[in-house]
T-cell receptor, first 116, second 116 residues
Framework: AQSVAQPEDQVNVAEGNPLTVKCTYS??????LFWYVQYPNRGLQFLLK??????LVKGSYGFEAEFNKSQTSFHLKKPSALVSDSALYFC??????????????FGKGTKLSVIP | DVKVTQSSRYLVKRTGEKVFLECVQD?????MFWYRQDPGLGLRLIYF???????EKGDIPEGYSVSREKKERFSLILESASTNQTSMYLC???????????????FGEGSRLTVL
């Protein structure tokens, strides 16, 4: 079975500083990896994904993520945080083969607070 | 842009009532999903459907049923609502494969259900 761990329930960062939101995964086979963001009382918005190719993936709103196969990690990063980045962030994994291959398995989420 | 529309953003129901949550997508996606989101638990898959009239149980199907009579519409049904079903419900859709396939799920804005 596939799983995702987001080890930090909350991350606080000062505006203008770099931010990292951590994600590790467990899946048999080659994973598809995703990051989503959720603002209060809203649905999830897609940020970026890794399927194949370059390990550094760039996405929306200046976010990027680095796929590290040996560490089974897919950490979300941004060079300079904005107050408007404050939200709930979810990492997700998909095993593209086998039973249930259509669905994503999500982590429990990390609340990011950017302090002015 | 893909649009996933959930008919009710906020609902308040009483214990024992039958509840219908409706979801419509406009991008001809094969797959549709219902997730439940609770603080500290992340997103948990209730049911999904990969074709009209097809359904598969997710991780927490107990107390729920679904209906998919048309490709664009996926309904979640609570036959007899209980207080422990108070939650945020998120509908999502995705392609299976093909030229337009991009892997990610597209989410609606969510339906926040309170059962008294």
């Amino acid at each position: 079975a596939q799983s995702v761990a987001q080890p930090e329930d909350q991350v606080n960062v000062a505006e203008g500083n770099p931010l990292t939101v951590k994600c590790t995964y467990s899946v048999s086979g080659n994973p598809y990896l995703f990051w989503y963001v959720q603002y209060p009382n809203r649905g999830l918005q897609f940020l970026l994904k890794y399927i194949t190719g370059d390990n550094l993936v760039k996405g929306s709103y200046g976010f990027e993520a680095e796929f590290n196969k040996s560490q089974t990690s897919f950490h979300l990063k941004k060079p300079s945080a904005l107050v408007s980045d404050s939200a709930l962030y979810f990492c997700a994994v998909r095993n593209p083969s086998g039973a249930g291959s259509y669905q994503l398995t999500f982590g429990k989420g990390t609340k990011l607070s950017v302090i002015p | 842009d893909v649009k996933v529309t959930q008919s009710s953003r906020y609902l308040v129901k009483r214990t024992g009532e039958k509840v219908f949550l409706e979801c419509v997508q406009d991008m001809d996606h094969e797959n549709m999903f219902w997730y439940r989101q609770d603080p500290g638990l992340g997103l948990r898959l209730i049911y999904f459907s990969y074709d009209v009239k097809m359904k598969e149980k997710g991780d927490i199907p107990e107390g729920y049923s679904v209906s998919r009579e048309k490709k664009e519409r996926f309904s979640l049904i609570l036959e007899s609502a209980s207080t422990n079903q108070t939650s945020m419900y998120l509908c999502a859709s995705s392609l299976t494969s093909g030229r337009r396939y991009t892997g990610e799920l597209f989410f609606g804005e969510g339906s926040r259900l309170t059962v008294l």
